[in-house]
C-alpha cells in the first residue's frame, strides 16, 4: 500500500453535472498530481499542487480545477461532464523537495452516462 | 488497473523466464525515469526509477537500461512470475517540472505458469 487514498472509488454521473473527487496525501508528503487515464492508455496529467496551489498543468481545459488543503490533501472538481471524461482519475502524492518517484492511489472510476 | 485495450503492445512469458519490456521516451532533457506496474483495479506501483547520470540500475529482480543517444529504456524482469502480470509503464519527468510525469503507452505483460 502507497499510503496514498483516493474517495469515492467508483463513481456515476450524467453528462452536464459537476463531480468532486478527493485524495489524501502519503504522510510527509507536500504535492499532490491528479491524472487520468482513459481505458488502454497511459495516465495522463492534469496538474499539481504544492503549497495550496496549482504549480504546473497539463493540457486539459479549465473546467477541471482543484484544491489543496493545509493538510496537504486534494480535491479534483469537474465541471460540465462530458461522456469522454470517463476515465479512472489517479492522484500521486510525492515531497516537491526531492525528485523522487510519485505514489500512486487506487484510483476513481468515473462513468459519465 | 485498466481493462487491457486492444492496441497496448503485449508479451507473453512462461512462468521462469526472463521478461524485457522496452519504452522509446520522447523528450530529450528528460532526466528521471521511472517503472510503473499496473495490476487491474489498482494504481500504478512503482517498481523502479534511473536517471539520466546513469545507464543502468539494478533492484530486486529488475533491472532498468536507459539509452539516452537514441532515447530508450528497458525493464528487465529476472524469473518471471505469475503475479508479475500486469501492464507495465514508463514515465518520464523532466527537470523543469518534476511532478509533471508523461506515461509512456504500456505493455501488457503475461506469464503463464
Known amino acids: 500500500e502507497t499510503g496514498v487514498t483516493q474517495s469515492p472509488t467508483h463513481l456515476i454521473k450524467t453528462r452536464g453535472q459537476q463531480v468532486t473527487l478527493r485524495c489524501s496525501s502519503q504522510s510527509g508528503h507536500n504535492t499532490v498530481s491528479w491524472y487520468q487515464q482513459a481505458l488502454g492508455q497511459g495516465p495522463q496529467f492534469i496538474f499539481q499542487?504544492?503549497?495550496?496551489?496549482?504549480?504546473g498543468r497539463g493540457n486539459f481545459p479549465p473546467r477541471f480545477s482543484g484544491l489543496q488543503f493545509p493538510n496537504y490533501s486534494s480535491e479534483l472538481n469537474v465541471n460540465a461532464l462530458e461522456l469522454d471524461d470517463s476515465a479512472l482519475y489517479l492522484c500521486?502524492?510525492?515531497?516537491?523537495?526531492?525528485?523522487?518517484?510519485?505514489?500512486f492511489g487506487q484510483g476513481t472510476r468515473l462513468t459519465v452516462v | 488497473g485498466e481493462s487491457v485495450g486492444l492496441h497496448l503492445p503485449t508479451l507473453s512469458v512462461q512462468e521462469g523466464d526472463n521478461s524485457i519490456i522496452n519504452c522509446a521516451y520522447s523528450?530529450?532533457?528528460?532526466?528521471?525515469f521511472i517503472w510503473y506496474k499496473q495490476e487491474s483495479g489498482k494504481g500504478p506501483q512503482f517498481i523502479i526509477d534511473?536517471?539520466?547520470?546513469?545507464d543502468k540500475r539494478q533492484g530486486q529482480r529488475v533491472t532498468v537500461l536507459l539509452n539516452k543517444t537514441v532515447k530508450h529504456l528497458s525493464l528487465q524482469i529476472a524469473a518471471t512470475q505469475p503475479g508479475d502480470s500486469a501492464v507495465y509503464f514508463c514515465?518520464?519527468?523532466?527537470?523543469?517540472?518534476?511532478?509533471?510525469?508523461?506515461f509512456g503507452q504500456g505493455t501488457i505483460l503475461t506469464v503463464h505458469p
Open positions: 534511473i536517471r539520466s547520470n546513469m
Open positions: 499542487y504544492y503549497r495550496e496551489e496549482e504549480n
Open positions: 500521486a502524492s510525492r515531497k516537491q523537495e526531492q525528485n523522487t518517484e510519485a505514489f
Open positions: 514515465a518520464e519527468n523532466s527537470g523543469t517540472s518534476y511532478g509533471k510525469l508523461t
Open positions: 523528450n530529450s532533457a528528460s532526466d528521471y
